[in-house]
């Protein structure tokens, strides 16, 4: 018998069409059926994590294990993924392209060190710094404030924005970087991705910014014709730490990340992927879980996390390791 505060687990199918929220509780139960059917009874239920989620569901369909199981029951693959703060510097600053338009930035913070011990206290497990500077010109302009970063951190730093040579790949590892993050030269010198990689196993990121699907470089400046999932194929071959993929059309627009980019992404690659790009809500976050299982395994947030849309300490509780979605030694009959 259904009864009211009973736990449910949508499958993997149902939680696709429910915004992606796996974990409902039942909220009531109705003696008439969904708009259309003649007869059979429904549940309102209502999700975990959102309150303000409450689809209807047919009792059949809830008795149907195919659709829903009783319980809130862990994924058979438990999916977690790493939110990564994103701290964009320009002229020392904390600040946000809009596309990866220099024309259009928004100023958060003038205090990028204060800025990145919030986000370590809030519960990032990683940091992902970008010289925007450096990017639109290849010279290093923040290596003073990148540093001071690094030094104040317990958590792992990566970088990237510029990083067109050997020797300042190793300058700033040199500074204390975990990782750094090789864009415009992974598509004109794959050599040198190439020689670092052999040299540094596992602390090479190759960032792979596109637009309709095609790699973009110089800080989204210049366009090529170059397949993102090409160079996602080649270079993955090589023992690089990470792929981190950004879709520039939905870029610090807060509309949603490109999930089937991203999907595509993960199936090319032989290596992890991180996703950049779009972010604005908990439910996009949530959303990228079904990629999780492909290797999609972390996720860099900006502007969601300064504007307030998004609470990083909340983000990493619902899509993080232990995560809210899938809560240890919880299984109801």
Request: charged share 20%; net charge neutral.
């Amino acid at each position: 018998m259904i009864r009211c505060g009973q736990p449910f687990t949508a499958q993997p199918a149902t939680a696709r069409v429910l915004g992606g929220w796996r974990h409902f509780t039942v909220l009531t139960l109705r003696r008439r059926g969904l708009a259309g059917q003649a007869s059979g009874r429904a549940v309102e239920l209502r999700a975990v994590l959102d309150r303000r989620v409450r689809p209807v569901v047919p009792l059949a369909d809830l008795n149907n294990p195919r659709l829903w199981q009783p319980g809130w029951q862990p994924v058979v693959r438990p999916a977690s993924m790493q939110v990564i703060p994103a701290i964009d510097l320009l002229d020392g600053q904390c600040v946000r392209l809009h596309q990866g338009d220099y024309g259009q930035v928004t100023r958060f913070s003038d205090d990028p060190v204060a800025q990145a011990l919030r986000w370590q206290d809030q519960g990032a497990q990683r940091l992902h710094l970008v010289d925007l500077d450096g990017a639109r010109t290849g010279l290093p302009a923040n290596d003073a404030v990148v540093k001071a970063i690094v030094t104040a951190l317990a958590i792992p730093v990566q970088l990237g924005g510029g990083i067109r040579t050997a020797e300042r790949a190793e300058e700033l590892l040199a500074y204390g970087l975990e990782r750094v993050i090789l864009g415009t030269a992974a598509l004109e010198r794959p050599d040198l991705v190439e020689v670092l990689a052999a040299r540094h196993p596992g602390r090479i990121v190759v960032g792979i910014d596109a637009r309709e699907g095609r790699v973009a470089t110089r800080g989204w400046i210049e366009a090529s014709d170059t397949l993102a999932t090409d160079l996602a194929r080649r270079l993955s071959a090589l023992p690089i730490a990470a792929i981190i993929s950004t879709d520039i059309g939905t870029d610090g627009t807060l509309a949603g990340p490109n999930l089937e980019a991203l999907r595509a992404m993960a199936e090319a690659s032989r290596v992890p992927v991180i996703a950049s790009g779009g972010v604005g809500t908990l439910e996009h976050l949530l959303s990228l879980l079904a990629v999780a299982a492909l290797g999609v395994e972390g996720v860099i947030v900006g502007r969601a996390l300064y504007d307030g849309s998004v609470d990083l300490a909340e983000a990493v509780q619902a899509v993080g390791e232990g995560r809210l979605q899938d809560p240890p030694g919880l299984a109801f009959a």
